[in-house]
């Protein structure tokens, strides 16, 4: 159902000139190894080269990269955009090594990605939180702009603030309050939309779309909601408080310097579609309005789009609530998956998700749909307790004694530390990981 539309220039694409390359008679006496000549049409071998003249580089563009950055900025609305070949934890990584020094002082959201806990243990930061509210699922809230104010008020030396909206589950925050109250006090905020590359696409009525709303540094992984290769992302700025430079030579130590140009010819690709693809949008807020109303007939399952009291909500992600049925999340995840071929992006013990894009099928919707009318059909109410929030783990104290965690302990997706490194792992933690283990989550120490 997809079109690729090309834009009108006088430029060849990169995947363009890739091709022509390929069938010139140069001999590669360059990396990488298959020399273009390995294997057959099922691997892009033919156009996987390096940086050989007339290509540009990711680290310092000056031609076809700078072009294809230019036009990202564009498409979506930003003073300056950089092309991401590490997903968006490289350039969370960046963004935040790029506006403190090492021991620093930072605020972050504490169910934020393990790349940006990574980027504390990096930087040796002292990390602050802001905590969301948690609902009777265990899924956070949108973050209270108070909560932030009071967060500056009581460490006015930190370097930045650091929050995820939207949420692996859809959360909005209200991204232009927190960015008035940050810049107030001359704090660059981070916001990391891996989750929202879509939004500036969709008349989903989403407030707080990060770009427009005064964010200084979004991250967004195109590969999740765009029809971008996996592993492809950008960062857009659109401050005065972070300098381009200094997010640039750091994206250049968390990048590879070996950047895939098949990777990037497929951000270009994604750009210049999505950027026309007015018509295409409105099929697939369509598809996903009809969706959810046919989801309110259900009698056991729900979807949290119906019930949920944050900031604003990206109906985009299909999160299928079970607390109120003799079912679990991962339950519904299996059955989906063994029964009806279907595969879903994530489970919880108290929900699963469906992540949908604009690329998404007619016959997608109605497989599910129809998936999971079946499945309630067969299930029985079951009063269940609430399921605990994110605990709130106590830093140890060396002063004293303490021994905190080594690595993280975390679920993998969504990724957010249960007890970070240099954290206690206590009682709550324990009791917390317990639930994710007896609903058959896998929880990783790494």
């Not at 940050?182 to 929202?196: E, R």
């Not at 991962?330 to 992540?355: D, N």
């Not at 894009?357 to 497989?367: K, N």
């Amino acid at each position: 159902m997809f079109l690729i539309i090309k834009m009108n220039n006088s430029h060849d694409t990169l995947l363009e000139k890739l091709k022509k390359y390929s069938d010139t008679p140069a001999y590669p006496f360059h990396m990488p190894g298959h020399k273009r000549l390995f294997g057959d049409d099922s691997l892009p071998y033919r156009i996987d080269i390096t940086e050989i003249a007339g290509f540009d580089d990711l680290h310092d563009p000056t031609g076809i990269i700078k072009r294809i950055e230019q036009k990202i900025a564009e498409v979506f609305h930003s003073e300056h955009a950089f092309m991401l070949i590490n997903g968006s934890t490289g350039g969370l990584l960046a963004a935040i090594s790029a506006v403190t020094e090492i021991g620093d002082t930072i605020i972050v959201a504490r169910n934020c990605h393990k790349s940006v806990y990574n980027a504390v243990m990096i930087r040796s930061l002292n990390a602050e939180y802001v905590y969301p509210p948690t609902d009777e699922n265990g899924i956070c809230g949108s973050i209270d702009p108070e909560s932030v104010v009071d967060a500056i008020n009581e460490n006015p030396t930190a370097k930045a603030v650091v929050l995820t909206s939207p949420t692996y589950e859809g959360v909005v925050s209200d991204i232009a309050s927190i960015s008035k109250i940050c810049h107030i006090k001359n704090i660059p905020l981070i916001v990391d939309g891996a989750h929202g590359a879509h939004l500036p696409f969709c008349s989903f009525g989403v407030k707080g779309e990060p770009i427009r709303s005064g964010a200084d540094i979004v991250i967004s992984s195109l590969h999740k909601t765009l029809p971008a290769l996996t592993q492809t992302a950008a960062a857009f700025l659109n401050s005065k408080l972070v300098s381009c430079d200094e997010f640039r030579k750091y994206l250049e130590v968390y990048q590879t310097s070996s950047p895939s140009y098949p990777l990037m010819a497929s951000v270009e690709i994604c750009v210049d579609s999505v950027g026309t693809m007015d018509n295409e949008f409105a099929e697939y807020e369509r598809r996903l309005n009809e969706f959810s109303e046919k989801m309110r007939q259900l009698q056991h399952l729900r979807l949290l789009c119906h019930h949920n009291s944050c900031y604003s909500y990206d109906k985009s992600k299909i999160v299928i609530l079970t607390n109120r049925a003799n079912i679990n999340g991962t339950e519904i995840m299996r059955r989906l998956r063994e029964e009806y071929q279907l595969e879903l992006e994530m489970a919880y013990p108290t929900y699963a998700i469906a992540m949908t894009g604009v690329c998404d099928s007619e016959d997608g919707f109605l497989r599910l749909s129809d998936a999971l009318f079946r499945i309630d059909k067969g299930l029985r109410y079951e009063e269940k307790p609430p399921f605990p929030p994110l605990p709130h783990p106590k830093k140890a104290n060396r002063k004293d004694g303490e021994v905190g965690q080594q690595r993280s302990i975390y679920a993998y997706p969504p990724g957010i530390p249960i007890a970070a490194a240099g954290e206690i792992f206590g009682e709550a933690e324990r009791r917390y990981v317990e639930e994710l283990l007896l609903a058959g989550v896998t929880v990783r120490n790494a």
